[in-house]
């Protein structure tokens, strides 16, 4: 589902009543959560975002994003359902029925395979409760056999006895979201935590067990009922220094018992050296970046710059290297270490000491196996600000939108309500090569004349999209913002304060996405103090600039920011050259 890329159609921050029935939605969908963990998911302070989307086959959902790290989504196959993603599912392992397969098959999952019936593991001899007691169609997450953390979450494709049925052939699971996919990579993605081992028998399973169990101690008893009996009628002829023989041999073997326990604990439990263990981070970091980050041709290299860029970078999440807490004590004497093995090649120059070649082929550097998943980057978020057009879908217009996935309130492009209304167009069979027929819908909407029955196709999509709300987007840093009408420029001018000093006002900048704490701080960077203040007539605070400072504020609004020039009002304020 979430293989290829998808279209976001709306993305806005949850208020706090939507936060609230978010949380209820949670509750109900999977009581095992409690309100602490529930909260722990969708945290009060984190900003929690909803994205309504269009997948690539043409399914309309929506997304919750925690942190820009999605949560929960929803599709319009199973609207009543909210299903977790991977990442929720690391958190809570146990919130759906889980299957576990081989680690090779995630390799096909990920590149749009579902979970096919000779991919499962199963208790061995298969039952028909081996596969669960599940409905088609019923949530399930997928692990593998070594790491009990989901990589992937769907729906099952058959019954459970489908399953059994079906004598090992066919399909599974139904995947919509795998690890890796375009769903992984809204935001920055946390590494796969291992969680150990999953255990391969399904609830079902283990109820089966308990009860066996429980016949078998049953069965058992009995058997062995009459045997204690007779051994109860041996016992009461016997005399009371045999009682009192027979309870020290008893005590005396528990104390054995006792001792053999802690023995077999204290072999057990091994005793890690803090030092060995820093050692070996040092060396396996050393390594992987000989292997992967450091090429031939950025060599030589300060062994500082080789430390700091591709060492201290090659640390594994939620490690930290101290080489003061290893052996080594030092740098120049591990990598000494290194050079000894023939590694690396180093020398001294000037005083420093430089890296000045890698032996690549190296049987250490060759056999290095990368343990830890590799972390997705990052993408660098633009400074500059971009400012478009949209429009907001009304009810006018909802008749003929909605037939493409949108909803009342949702915010589209010039360019997508062209699109989808020219298919509207064709599929009504309504245009005549640049005229447009006009069916009583589109004269409904666009409230033409009675005796009125085509226009331009032009003149009608214009017409159409004048029944929309017209409105701006502001994107700056990632964050975007919607204005409904007229988008007001960010006003500066000059205006005189008591003593006759002058100062710069300059206001509207959160229109445009920009702090005004932030604004004023860069202000001062030129040796003139800045505030932030009420400026009377205003809606929003101005940020105060002591002198006129309009070329400098202008310049760092299109210069940094990137403010087109048509959003900033007041330049004509700016001191005049002298001649």
């Not at 889980?98 to 039952?127: Q, W, Y």
């Not at 030092?275 to 060396?283: A, F």
């Not at 590799?374 to 037939?403: M, Q």
């Amino acid at each position: 589902m979430f293989i290829k890329p998808f279209k976001v159609k709306t993305n806005y921050q949850l208020k706090g009543t939507e936060r609230k029935k978010l949380c209820e939605e949670v509750s109900m969908a999977y009581p095992s959560l409690s309100d602490e963990e529930i909260q722990s998911l969708l945290p009060k302070k984190e900003s929690i975002s909803i994205m309504k989307i269009l997948t690539h086959n043409g399914h309309v959902g929506k997304v919750y994003c925690v942190a820009k790290i999605p949560m929960f989504f929803q599709l319009d196959l199973y609207d009543t359902l909210l299903f977790p993603t991977i990442y929720t599912l690391w958190h809570h392992p146990h919130l759906l029925n889980v299957f576990t397969t081989h680690t090779p098959v995630v390799s096909n999952l990920v590149r749009g395979a579902d979970l096919m019936l000779p991919g499962l593991i199963l208790k061995e001899p298969v039952t028909l409760y081996s596969f669960g007691k599940l409905s088609k169609g019923t949530p399930v997450s997928i692990n593998t056999e070594e790491n009990k953390a989901a990589v992937a979450v769907g729906v099952t494709a058959l019954s459970s006895e489908d399953m059994y049925l079906a004598a090992g052939h066919g399909k599974c699971v139904e995947v919509f979201h795998v690890i890796g996919d375009m769903l992984c990579q809204l935001g920055k993605s946390p590494a796969r935590p291992n969680l150990g081992s999953p255990n391969v028998d399904s609830p079902t399973n283990i109820l089966e067990n308990i009860e066996s169990t429980n016949q078998e101690t049953i069965v058992n008893q009995m058997e062995v009922l009459p045997a204690k009996l007779d051994e109860l009628d041996i016992a009461e002829n016997l005399s009371d220094k045999d009682e009192v023989i027979s309870k020290e041999e008893d005590e005396d073997h528990v104390k054995e018992d006792i001792e053999t326990e802690d023995i077999q604990i204290s072999n057990v439990i091994e005793v890690v050296d803090p030092i060995q263990e820093m050692d070996r981070l040092l060396e396996y970091c050393f390594l992987k970046a000989c292997k992967t980050t450091v090429k031939s041709s950025d060599l030589p290299m300060l062994s500082s710059n080789f430390f700091k860029n591709h060492l201290l970078a090659a640390c594994p999440p939620g490690k930290n290297i101290d080489v003061k807490k290893s052996r080594y004590k030092k740098l120049s004497v591990f990598l000494a270490e290194m050079k000894a093995k023939g590694i690396i090649n180093t020398s001294i120059m000037k005083g420093v000491e430089t890296l000045l070649s890698i032996k690549f082929d190296h049987p250490l550097v060759k056999g290095l196996v990368v343990t830890e998943e590799p972390i997705v980057a990052e993408p660098v978020v633009s400074n500059s600000a971009v400012v478009s057009e949209c429009y907001r879908v009304t009810a006018d217009v909802l008749p003929v939108l909605s037939k493409f996935g949108y909803e009342k309130g949702d915010v589209m492009k010039r360019v997508d309500i062209r699109k989808y209304f020219t298919e509207y167009v064709k599929a009504e069979d309504l245009q005549d090569g640049k005229i447009l027929k006009l069916n009583p819908q589109l004269a409904g909407i666009m409230r033409t004349k009675a005796h009125q029955e085509t226009v331009t196709m032009e003149d009608g999509i214009n017409k159409f999209i004048g029944r929309m709300t017209h409105m701006h987007e502001v994107t700056l840093a990632g964050n975007t913002l919607l204005h409904t009408g007229k988008l007001e420029p960010i006003d500066m001018r000059v205006t005189v304060r008591s003593g006759g000093k002058k100062v710069t006002l300059v206001n509207n900048l959160e229109t445009f996405g920009i702090n005004p704490k932030e604004f004023s701080k860069e202000c001062q960077s030129i040796g003139a103090s800045a505030t932030i203040t009420d400026d009377p007539g205003k809606k929003t605070p101005s940020v105060l600039v002591q002198g006129n400072q309009i070329l400098y504020v202008y310049k760092l609004l299109t210069e940094k920011y990137q403010i087109k020039k048509n959003y900033i009002r007041g330049l004509e304020f700016a001191p005049k050259k002298k001649k």
